[in-house]
């Protein structure tokens, strides 16, 4: 079989422009087919989407020679405090906090809109990757030499490898007969952009509710993002308020540290729930990010845990063509899927096991949570190792490009 490339990318969001730039540049040739059209993110306006960035993450983004030109548009979280409660009901008295002075390893994360990010990674892949907009891939056929892949506009693109980087709902994934497993949360993340009069000192705040988590999550300037999970009847009401009347709703939940507070951006509704890959390989095929883990918003790890994908798909791949070996051969592949899926499972059922702790009102579990964050918070070691973990430095093998070091 003669290749167009060496490996094909289905998705053009985040993880699949990533790991196609990490391969191009240890030397593999990569198509990334995105459905949206090239316009679809190019937009200069602020918007409020944003990502926490853990520290792994942005030494990957450094070691593909990216986070120079965005740190400047970028918010180092210092400080993560995080505790329970009620509506109007102020500080509970025990609380998680991190503060990243602790650590030698600088901030926790950073802030990061989607405009920026989106951006840089579109013109790094203008010279190095083949980027194939306003097309999605309709059709898959592996075969012992490689894969050939059906586009929407007709054409047939043979490969030695088929990347599925196509989201909670990945067609790739379901023609290779990958099945799924997860559940509906019942619940909708309102995500808005706010404005505040008193500076955040580069300070997230998690509440946990009843209903749902609410993440306070700063970014440049006196500005916040805020992750705002509620009841699916709950939000779909809220959604449907005036801006005036969304604040009114939120300033008792958000309370007034921040001082007084204004919409900055539009608003979204995303709907929540758990969905996972039960393989992340098959025949000439590799899952990456949300095509093989969809996971609840609660700790902001859903992009940081589809770069560790990333990173090890990377690295699995790069290794194996530098041995001769067959990079979409069900040996290569194995090393990849026995790397990433038990981390993958385990902390998105981690993310789960949070959201349903603390989603009950129970006087005895809330004294117990309240318990168990004023220990951790007491205890520097414990302290400690939570924060690495929020940081993505506890992965173990850790791959390379995580290490901020090239392929």
Request: net charge neutral.
């Amino acid at each position: 079989m003669k290749h167009d490339v060496d490996v094909l990318i289905a998705g053009g969001g985040l993880n699949g422009p990533t790991l196609a730039l990490a391969l191009a540049g240890a030397g593999l040739s990569v198509a990334v087919v995105d459905p949206r059209p090239a316009t679809a993110r190019s937009g200069e306006g602020f918007d409020g989407r944003a990502y926490a960035l853990a520290l792994a993450s942005v030494r990957l983004l450094t070691a593909l020679d990216l986070w120079a030109e965005l740190a400047d548009d970028s918010q180092p979280i210092r400080q993560v405090k995080a505790s329970q409660g009620r509506p109007g009901d102020g500080a509970a008295p025990f609380f998680l906090h991190f503060d990243s002075a602790e650590t030698e390893d600088g901030p926790v994360g950073h802030m990061l809109e989607d405009r920026f990010l989106h951006r840089a990674l579109m013109a790094a892949m203008a010279d190095r990757v083949t980027h194939l907009p306003g097309i999605s891939v309709t059709g898959q056929e592996p075969g012992p030499a490689g894969v050939t892949v059906t586009l929407s506009d007709g054409r047939r693109m043979q490969a030695r490898l088929l990347v599925g980087a196509d989201g909670r709902g990945s067609g790739v994934a379901s023609r290779a007969g990958i099945r799924r497993q997860g559940w509906d949360y019942g619940q909708t993340a309102l995500v808005a952009a706010i404005d505040h009069d008193l500076p955040h000192e580069g300070i997230a705040h998690q509440y946990f509710m009843a209903t749902g988590p609410l993440a306070i999550l700063p970014l440049p300037g006196n500005r916040s993002s805020v992750v705002w999970s509620e009841t699916r009847a709950n939000a779909g009401a809220i959604a449907a308020l005036s801006d005036d009347d969304f604040l009114a709703v939120l300033r008792p939940r958000f309370g007034d540290f921040l001082g007084g507070l204004r919409r900055a951006g539009p608003r979204f509704t995303y709907p929540l729930s758990l969905s996972l890959a039960e393989r992340y390989a098959a025949p000439r095929v590799a899952l990456v990010g949300d095509a093989a883990h969809g996971v609840h918003p609660v700790a902001g790890q859903g992009l940081n845990l589809g770069l560790r994908d990333v990173a090890a798909l990377a690295e699995v791949l790069v290794e194996a063509a530098r041995r001769g070996e067959e990079i979409g051969s069900e040996l290569v592949l194995e090393r990849y899927q026995g790397w990433r899926r038990f981390d993958g499972t385990a902390l998105a059922l981690g993310m789960d096991g949070v959201n349903r702790l603390f989603g009950t009102d129970n006087a005895l579990i809330s004294a117990l949570r309240g318990a168990g964050m004023g220990i951790v918070t007491a205890l520097p070691g414990l302290r400690r190792g939570f924060m690495r973990q929020a940081a993505g430095l506890s992965v173990d093998p850790m791959p390379r490009l995580l290490a901020g070091r090239a392929l």
